[in-house]
């Protein structure tokens, strides 16, 4: 029944691909230039996106955040969405300009909460930024959804008056930043036959959550600052070697020639990162004979033998080098082939004191394998070294605070600083002294103040 499941999911996503096609091919014959596109959703797992962004003239999508969502999960869905439209800017088309409705608990939006979020869409990519709704309907199932006009019907409420402010920002200085690109050196696959294929699993844990596993990874990239690049796992040679570092967290389903291709980048100098689950299934949804990690298993220098699952709330030690770590979900038991050890387990299980973390010299280039989803320290302090080691640019701000750059032309750089708090924050850049903040006029000389959930707009040369 597996390879029946994930021929139903390609089915699904191409049949209601077809639905969209049909209808912008009708809108076509009388509209030739109009762009044509349709409001996608982030991480949804039913559509493969990047074959939707194909048939799209702009990438659109909706940003509903949760009230536990982390800034570095809205974050990733942005550079998502930028990713699957090959990093061209897109459209915020619809956000909730107060609260929304379809939670256990709606809670209402803290003051510049909703004026965050926007900037945060534009420092990811987008062009435009959209509210739903206009006004708020009377009945319904949304009638407590979140509207620029609120029941009261007047323009005296603090959302319409913020929501106002922040038009009267985005049409000040919008069209400065629009067209402007953003550059990274850094790779995730999010892939989305590994998605169906690891939480379609049964066994040997219902503990996945795919997008859950590409964040753990991306996060430690959003905390240091380092732009990434969203891309699928086909992604072809020529332009996957244009990146760095590639990671693929979870990439359970390696389709035709991606391992051949992921071979050839760390053998020309590129640096690769997997780990559990990896190289499992074949575009069947079929186990690979042979030993985990499947094709994956000669460039990672490993073999996992057994992979063990970890209970609800159960942890299991991670020692060795900077990284003294706890994983959760699962651990590989690896043998080595060729990697390094980086890590072993430790705690009390027949495995204690196999390797937990390696990496294999291949080619030019490193891979990687993470055996054991890493808590957030762990991951953070696994990530340090590689990042130092391939110079890639990373700049330390505060908790909470967020730094992204859009590229423009004339070697104009923006530089959106971001507080994703409720609470001041004051913090010293030297790279951003000499800009000026685009919103107040101010020249930035050191000390930079951002109030709660504050943005700074910082044009520099």
Not at 344 to 355: K, P, V
């Amino acid at each position: 029944m597996s390879g029946l499941q994930m021929d139903y999911r390609r089915f699904q996503s191409q049949a209601q691909l077809a639905c969209y096609t049909n209808e912008r091919d009708a809108i076509r014959e009388y509209d030739a230039t109009t762009p044509i596109t349709t409001n996608l959703m982030g991480t949804f797992k039913d559509l493969d996106y990047f074959e939707w962004a194909k048939e799209m003239d702009v990438v659109s999508w909706d940003n509903y955040p949760g009230m536990d969502t982390p800034p570095s999960f809205t974050a990733m869905c942005h550079d998502l969405m930028r990713g699957i439209g090959g990093n061209k800017p897109f459209m915020l088309m619809e956000q909730t300009p107060n609260q929304q409705n379809w939670f256990p608990f709606c809670k209402v939006k803290q003051p510049g909460e909703v004026r965050k979020l926007s900037w945060q869409a534009v420092a990811h990519g987008a062009d435009t930024v959209r509210f739903f709704q206009m006004k708020q309907s009377l009945g319904g199932c949304e009638r407590f959804h979140g509207a620029v006009i609120a029941h009261d019907g007047t323009e005296e409420s603090r959302v319409f008056k913020e929501t106002a402010a922040l038009g009267e920002e985005l049409d000040r200085i919008g069209r400065r930043i629009m067209g402007s690109r953003i550059e990274s050196r850094v790779a995730i696959m999010f892939d989305w036959q590994s998605y169906w294929s690891l939480e379609g699993c049964v066994g040997p844990t219902t503990g996945f959550n795919y997008p859950n596993e590409v964040h753990r990874f991306y996060r430690a990239l959003w905390r240091r600052n380092v732009p990434v690049d969203m891309i699928a796992s086909t992604t072809p040679l020529a332009r996957l070697s244009q990146y760095d570092l590639a990671i693929a967290p979870a990439l359970i389903t390696v389709l035709p020639d991606v391992a051949e291709t992921l071979e050839a980048y760390v053998a020309d100098g590129g640096t690769f990162i997997t780990g559990y689950m990896a190289g499992i299934h074949d575009e069947h949804d079929l186990v690979v004979p042979g030993g985990y990690p499947g094709k994956l298993r000669r460039l990672m220098g490993v073999w996992v033998e057994e992979i063990d699952a970890l209970a609800p709330g159960e942890t299991i030690e991670v020692h060795g080098g900077t990284v003294d770590a706890k994983g959760e979900i699962v651990a590989s038991i690896i043998h080595r082939e060729g990697a390094e050890r980086l890590a072993t387990y430790g705690g009390d299980e027949f495995y204690a004191g196999h390797s937990a973390l390696t990496v294999n010299a291949y080619g030019k280039g490193k891979a990687y394998f993470v055996g054991t989803p890493l808590d957030e320290t762990g991951m953070s302090a696994f990530m340090a070294p590689i990042i130092k080691e391939l110079d890639l640019k990373s700049l330390d701000t505060p908790e909470d605070v967020s730094l992204s750059v859009r590229y423009g032309d004339g070697g104009t750089r923006y530089a959106f600083l971001i507080n994703n708090s409720a609470a001041d924050k004051r913090l010293c850049l030297s790279e951003l002294n000499g800009g000026t903040e685009l919103l107040t006029g101010t020249v930035i000389n050191d000390l930079i103040e951002l109030k709660p959930y504050g943005v700074d707009v910082i044009a520099l040369r």
